[in-house]
């Protein structure tokens, strides 16, 4: 999937965060919720997007996971 075709970002909307495409429905938002064990059904309800965005919002955290090394040291916050 190319998330790119169901993400964008505007400097108008939402300080340009990057939201779905067509809402203010920011990428955070629906990251956020999946984090917290919503189901797609659940998101998909609650704000009006389809299941397709939500599986770009995956698509970009994988990118974003793979594109970025942090150094993790077990114990140090």
Do not use: K
Not at 5 to 25: A, F, Q
């Amino acid at each position: 999937m190319n998330w790119q075709e169901r993400l964008s970002s505007d400097p108008g909307i939402c300080h340009g965060r990057l939201c779905v495409t067509g809402t203010r429905v920011m990428v955070s938002v629906i990251l956020d919720n999946l984090a917290a064990g919503e189901s797609f059904e659940a998101i998909m309800t609650g704000y009006a997007v389809e299941r397709e965005d939500i599986e770009a919002c995956l698509h970009y955290a994988a990118d974003q996971a793979r594109d970025r090394v942090l150094a993790f040291i077990p114990g140090v916050a």
